[in-house]
């Protein structure tokens, strides 16, 4: 059976509400049933069949193609199955999901796996800002899971984060990790002002020292972590080859805050 | 005694009586295999019989560093008692004392089961607050800072209740030197063997017990009819130019792997044995009404 393909056939003229779009909800609909679906936020409606066609029957793996930046919350509150994005996603990519896998081709938009409880999103391209964070109506940011982003990561990576692993390729923003209360975000490259503020609990990994450090963090020194050992262990059986090596340094903080986070420089 | 030989050695028409224990696994690492196995050779010490010691424990193997899940050095032991309440006392104070306490070390989980006793989850109180729990692919480890860096510690690791501890056999022959070469032999065939652990010094018991005792409280006594030097004052199971008995003892996570090292353990034996002055392999039994595990030399060696 082919994947379940959903193919944007125009710019939408309004921003999309794809949540419908799980593979949960539509392993038993007809396609008739599943072109019938409100996607639209706005006063005009929209059914999945205005803007996309639909091909392919196996629900348990759906497939976007063409979807740019106005195609929001897709897979939000994901339970199980496969979504694959060939192209952008909107905001609110993978929100609140809770098991399944996501995997966008190119770039998604704010708030990418909000409030995310489990599963993986893995995005090529660049995320908005405050991925990992607050989904609307939620307290706490992402709970558990793994996040990817190849590219660049906006400002507040992580923000209320309390469970899970993130990982940005590229260059992260303001404030990675701000508010953080637990979890770990691995950063390969340049992050920009003010990381780890108000870091309760948590790790933040850089593989490349911060220009700017906050002041409310303290030194430990340069030391031995086996901690970093058993990731990179798992990054390699898991297909990610990161090089972590076992020695970092390390900063507690963030002290303005309960002060029992840190942040590895890796050494 | 029968006539069932190998290579010249007579092969006792007999049984193993063995008992159900409960057994877990652990992964300790170290900066060095050195100093894995030190942690281990500790954790193990003083852990032959759970008569006195509490539990019967061992090391099962060493591990290379792309087998541990840190990337260095590991040794897998075995821990085994007759209860899971005691099972779970034993591994939190032996891996306290011993593993926590071992320079550079790092303990995990050795057996996915559905059940599970607590190590991390108790020892991470070690940490005084300063401990930082970390999930990594589902699986939840503690960072306990202590001197030398951090102790990191699985939270939990499975075990199991289908266990068998006393799997055993017997070597009889005409000089110590022989019957102690031919124990050496076998214990290092086990120990290619996986899932068992040979919890004696060297894997070799030479004061093999009988139940019960002529003195009140002294619950297990010497086994008489096995002693070289009362051949005739007691109902002796030695031929007269036998002039010692040592017995390996045998805890595994499974019955099969009992009977595999078993095999492999009395094929050693034999092995050159007779020639040495090795003249019979048998096995310890109760008369088959205190164990409910049978393993009787006849099939093991077939």
């Known amino acids: 059976m082919s994947a379940l393909t959903f193919e944007l056939k125009g710019k939408p003229g309004q921003r999309l509400d794809l949540s419908p779009l799980t593979p949960a ?103 908005g800002e405050r991925a990992c964070g607050v989904f609307v109506g939620d307290t706490l940011g992402m709970k558990g899971g793994l996040l990817t982003i190849g590219g660049n990561a906006g400002p507040l990576l992580g923000e209320r984060m309390r469970r899970g692993f993130v990982i940005v390729g590229g260059n992260a923003g303001d404030y990675v990790g701000g508010r953080m209360i637990a979890g770990t975000i691995l950063l390969k490259s340049k992050v920009g002002r003010f990381a780890g503020y108000g870091l309760r609990r948590g790790t933040l990994i850089f593989m490349e020292e911060p220009k700017e450090l906050l002041p409310t963090f303290g030194d430990c020194g340069v030391l031995e972590f086996d901690y970093l050992r058993l990731l990179e262990h798992w990054l390699r059986e898991t297909g990610r080859p990161i090089a972590l090596g076992g020695r970092a340094r390390r900063l507690m903080g963030d002290m303005a805050a309960l002060g029992k986070g840190e942040m590895l420089i890796l050494a | 005694m029968s006539e069932l030989k190998i290579k010249g050695v007579t092969i006792v028409e007999t049984f193993a009586e063995a008992f159900p224990m409960v057994g877990t696994r652990i992964i300790i690492t170290a900066p060095s295999l050195e100093w894995a196995l030190i942690a281990a050779r500790t954790m193990t010490g003083f852990a032959t019989s759970v008569i006195a010691c509490g539990a019967e424990a061992g090391i099962e193997r060493n591990l290379t560093p792309d087998e541990t899940l840190d990337g260095r050095p590991g040794v897998a032991v075995l821990l085994f008692t007759m209860d899971t309440e005691k099972l779970q006392r034993q591994l939190r104070n032996r891996v306290g ?187 310890g039994n109760y008369g088959g009404n205190l164990g409910p595990h049978h393993f009787h030399l006849k099939e093991i060696i077939a």
């Open chain 2, 97 to 283: 004392q011993c593993v926590l306490t071992s320079p550079g070390s790092a303990c995990f989980a050795g057996l996915k089961a559905e059940k599970s006793l607590k190590l991390g989850a108790s020892l991470r109180f070690f940490g005084d607050g300063w401990q930082v729990s970390k999930k990594v692919d589902g699986r939840r480890f503690w960072r306990i800072p202590v001197m030398d860096g951090e102790f990191v510690c699985e939270e939990k690791t499975g075990y199991t209740k289908k266990a068998v501890g006393g799997g055993n056999f017997l070597v009889l022959g005409k000089s110590h030197a022989a019957v102690l070469a031919a124990c050496e032999r076998a214990v290092k065939a086990i120990d290619e063997v996986p899932e068992v652990i040979t919890p004696f010094p060297g894997g070799i018991v030479r004061s093999g017990s009988k139940v019960g005792s002529k003195y009140k409280g002294q619950i297990a006594s010497t086994n008489d009819a096995y002693c070289p030097t009362l051949k005739a004052a007691v109902k002796t199971a030695l031929p007269l130019d036998v002039e010692a008995v040592m017995e390996i003892v045998i805890d595994g996570l499974t019955k099969e792997s009992i009977a595999k090292a078993m095999r492999a353990g009395i094929h050693a034996v034999a092995e050159g044995g007779a020639t040495q002055g090795v003249t019979h392999v048998t096995a």
């Open chain 1, 25 to 127: 909800r539509l392993k038993d609909l007809k396609p008739k049933d599943i072109e019938a679906l409100a996607i639209g936020t706005t006063r005009v409606a929209l059914t999945v069949g205005d803007l996309f066609k639909v091909k392919g029957e196996d629900a348990s793996a759906l497939r976007f193609v063409g979807t740019d930046a106005r195609c929001d919350k897709i897979g939000a509150a994901l339970t199980e199955g496969e979504i694959v994005v060939e192209g952008d996603a909107g905001a609110y990519l993978g929100a609140a999901m809770k098991n399944g896998k996501i995997e966008v081709k190119g770039s998604a938009g704010d708030l990418a796996g909000a409030s995310m409880s489990g599963g993986s999103i893995a995005i090529a391209g660049d995320a």
